[in-house]
C-alpha cells in the first residue's frame, strides 16, 4: 500500500488547499523525482539536501555556483553521504560570443564543468546556448557558433563520462538567452555527434506550444538527457524569466507530454525546476510538499 498522510496542508504559491495527499519518504511514487536546487533559490546547497532528505526526494539538479561555494570534492561528499543522485547539473553554455578570444574562455569554463558534472556524479550539463551578443542580429550566426561550440566539447564530453544536454528555450528568451528556441534546432545540432556524448534537455516550459512536439519527443529518443517540468502561467511577470509556475497551475498539458517522454523511452529522473518570486518567498518545505503532491498527481502516473 502507498504511504500518504490525510488531505491536509496548503498549495504554494496558490494559497489553495491541497488536492491531493502528500507522498511520505519512501513512497514508491517519488522514486524519480528530483528536485532542481534553482527551485528553493534561498536555500543554500546544505539545506537543499536536509530539505530533500525531510521529503523524501531521492535526486537533485545541482547548480554550479553553490556547489562552488562550498568546494565540489566537499559538496560530492554530502551529496554522496545523503544518498541523493545527481540528476543534472546547470549551468555551462553561453557560447554565441563572436570574440576568438572570449569563445575560448567559454570553452574552458565549460570544460571545468563537464569535470564539477563528473565529480558530482551527474550524467549531464545543462547547456543553455546563450542570446545574441550586443548589437548582433544574426540570429542563424549565433546559432551556428552555438553549434560548432558543443562540438568542441564532445571529447571532453566523451573522456569525463558526462553527457552535454542542449536546453531549447522559449523564443522569448532567443534574444538575451537561448538562441536554440525550438525541440527540432537543438536535435539538429545533437544528432551528427555522438549520443553518448550530446543530448538534448525536454523542458515542459520552452518546449509546451511548439508545433509538433510530438513528433520531436519522439525523434530525440536516446537523446533525452534530462526531463524537466514546470508550468506556463499567464499573464507573466515583468520579469520573464521569473514565469515559471507550480505544475497545475497553468496551461500546460503534462499527462499528454510525460506520457510522449516515456514512449521515447527516457527512464531518467524528473527535474521540477521553478524560477518564481512567490515560490522563491514561500517556506521551502512548503514549496517541496507541493511539488510532490502536483507531481504524484499530474507527472509520475504517465510515466
Same mark, same amino acid.
Given at each position: ?10 498549495d ?6 491541497a ?12 522514486? =524519480?523525482?528530483?528536485?532542481?536546487q534553482?527551485? $528553493? ?8 539536501i536536509?530539505g530533500?532528505?525531510r ?9 554550479r555556483?553553490p $556547489? ?12 554522496r553521504d ?10 555551462g ?17 565549460n570544460?571545468?564543468?563537464l ?9 549531464c550539463l ?21 553549434a ?13 563520462g558526462? =553527457?552535454?544536454?542542449i536546453?531549447p ?28 556524448? $550530446?543530448?538534448?534537455?525536454v ?6 506550444w ?6 520531436q519527443?519522439?525523434?530525440?529518443g536516446?537523446r ?5 517540468v ?11 524569466l521569473?514565469s ?13 507530454l ?10 531518467g ?16 518545505d ?18
Open positions: 500500500m502507498t504511504a500518504t498522510t490525510t488531505v491536509t496542508g496548503t504554494v504559491p496558490s494559497g489553495a488547499p488536492r491531493t495527499t502528500t507522498p511520505e519518504p519512501g513512497d514508491p511514487r517519488l522514486a =524519480r523525482l528530483s528536485l532542481n534553482k527551485t $528553493v533559490d534561498g536555500w543554500s546547497l546544505r539545506e537543499a536536509d530533500c532528505g521529503a523524501g526526494l531521492p535526486s537533485i539538479g545541482a547548480w555556483e $556547489v562552488l561555494e562550498v568546494g565540489v570534492s566537499t559538496a560530492a561528499g554530502w551529496l545523503a544518498g541523493l543522485r545527481v540528476s543534472s547539473v546547470c549551468r553554455g553561453f557560447f554565441t560570443t563572436a570574440d576568438p578570444a572570449e569563445q575560448r574562455e567559454r570553452h574552458d569554463d570544460r571545468r564543468a569535470d564539477e558534472a563528473a565529480e558530482l556524479g551527474a550524467p545543462v547547456l543553455v546556448p546563450g542570446g545574441l551578443p550586443a548589437g548582433d542580429r544574426d540570429l542563424v550566426g549565433a546559432r551556428a557558433r552555438a560548432a561550440a558543443v562540438e568542441a566539447l564532445v571529447p571532453h564530453a566523451l573522456e569525463v558526462v =553527457r552535454l544536454a536546453e528555450m522559449h523564443p522569448i528568451f532567443a534574444a538575451d538567452r537561448g538562441v536554440v528556441s525550438t525541440l527540432a534546432q537543438a536535435l539538429d545540432i545533437a544528432e551528427p555527434l555522438p549520443v553518448e556524448a $550530446v543530448g538534448v534537455v523542458d515542459t516550459f520552452h518546449v509546451w511548439e508545433p509538433g512536439v510530438e513528433e519527443v519522439a525523434r530525440a536516446a533525452i538527457a534530462s526531463y524537466q514546470c508550468e506556463w502561467i499567464t499573464p507573466l511577470p515583468a520579469d520573464t521569473l515559471r509556475g507550480m505544475m497545475g497551475d497553468g496551461h500546460i498539458d503534462f499527462p499528454h510525460t506520457a510522449c517522454v516515456a514512449a521515447a523511452g527516457y527512464r529522473d524528473v527535474e521540477v525546476e521553478i524560477f518564481n518570486a512567490d515560490v522563491w518567498a514561500a517556506d521551502g512548503a514549496v517541496l510538499a507541493t511539488l510532490a503532491r502536483r507531481y504524484v498527481e499530474l507527472v509520475e502516473p504517465h510515466l
